[in-house]
């Protein structure tokens, strides 16, 4: 691509910082760096027409963890870090709303449920282990989080009693993201869309930025490509595909929360009368692994079949939209914030929580810079 003198002066010309990626955490880099260097020249670089990741894809839960995840890191994590998680969500949540406003995103704390199949003893660990749960927390919510309810949706093929979260929420995805793109426009900070960072060579005083297109210096590199982050020698990233797909209306819809079932690996929510179904990433763990936003029989199938034995028996529906979106998970569940070089930061491996930490990942990425 043969850029003009105008186009090199205007966009590519004494640039302080470049960020890679348009998401959540990338925006509030942009923002938090603005916000401490008033003057500097910051530039966003965005693979996709819209973000590419996950942070338009994603099925709006501003949560931090269902009782049966946050049993399960217990088993890898201390106790202190499974604390530290949830608190970092916590917060990651409060600025996000604090940032643009509840009535932007279409804030609505519903509550959060958790469904068990009769099929598991997962409901019979939970129950064990709920009341050491909320010990564990209440420092944080200063009240109990989880709690047990009765099947009052009219669900088939689960426990009749499901796990209740009173601090649980849901936002309307697009207008949050439409909320960050235009206040970080309103900043003077430019954003370039479908330019793809192939490479990147650090000298002595800045960093040379290869894209897809064309190549300019930049003074430092942070990276917020987050489920892409192994493309830019992050191996500590390893991509992780969810599907989504959403009903059209469906008349006198009487469902209304977030719904976790199977570990986190299935959630659906109410959003417009519709229902909003997605996971099954444990179906193929390999499979899921990758970069390529497209759908698979497997998951499209067991979704759909799920809708009609569990979540809307004896409720005709038909899908309306299928999509994909792409997740940065790894070994450990804290996120990769580090400095890579002299003049290369990132801020990556959100774990699918990229709504409750993308902010707060955002503003430590911007204050790695000193």
Request: net charge positive.
């Amino acid at each position: 691509m043969t850029l003009s003198y105008w186009e090199i002066k205007s966009w590519l010309t004494n640039v302080d910082y470049t960020i890679v990626g348009s998401g959540i955490v990338g925006l509030n880099c942009a923002l938090q760096l603005k916000k401490r260097f008033p003057k500097a020249s910051i530039l966003i670089l965005e693979k996709g027409t819209l973000p590419q990741g996950a942070s338009t894809k994603n099925a709006g839960f501003a949560c931090f963890g269902s009782l049966s995840e946050i049993i399960d890191d217990l088993k890898t994590h201390s106790e202190e870090d499974v604390i530290n998680l949830v608190k970092k969500r916590r917060v990651g949540l409060q600025k996000l709303r604090t940032t643009l406003g509840d009535k932007r995103i279409d804030y609505q704390q519903c509550g959060g449920y958790e469904l068990f199949s009769k099929n598991t003893s997962l409901f019979e660990t939970c129950l064990d282990q709920k009341d050491a749960v909320n010990t564990l927390l209440r420092p944080i919510f200063k009240a109990d989080v989880f709690s047990l309810k009765g099947n009052t949706f009219g669900f088939k093929n689960i426990k009749e009693q499901y796990c209740f979260n009173q601090f649980e929420g849901q936002i309307d995805t697009g207008r949050m993201m439409e909320a960050l793109l235009q206040k970080v426009l309103s900043n003077g900070i430019k954003i370039l869309n479908n330019v793809s960072v192939t490479n990147f060579l650090e000298d002595v005083n800045s960093v040379k930025v290869e894209t897809s297109q064309f190549s300019f210096s930049t003074c430092k590199l942070l990276i917020a490509t987050n489920g892409f982050a192994s493309a830019l020698a992050i191996p500590e990233v390893k991509p992780a595909r969810a599907q989504v797909l959403i009903t059209k209306p469906i008349k006198g819809l009487h469902i209304k929360g977030t719904f976790h079932l199977d570990e986190g690996y299935y959630y659906f929510r109410n959003i417009d009368n519709r229902i909003l179904f997605g996971g099954g990433r444990n179906l193929d763990f390999k499979a899921e692994e990758t970069t390529e936003l497209s759908q698979t029989a497997l998951v499209q199938n067991r979704l759909e079949r799920l809708l009609k034995t569990t979540i809307l028996p004896n409720i005709p529906f038909e899908v309306a939209h299928r999509w994909s979106g792409i997740m940065g998970v790894g070994a450990q569940k804290k996120p990769v914030l580090k400095q890579i070089s002299n003049h290369v930061f990132c801020g990556v491996r959100l774990g699918g929580m990229g709504v409750a930490i993308g902010s707060l990942v955002g503003e430590e990425l911007a204050n790695l810079i000193t």
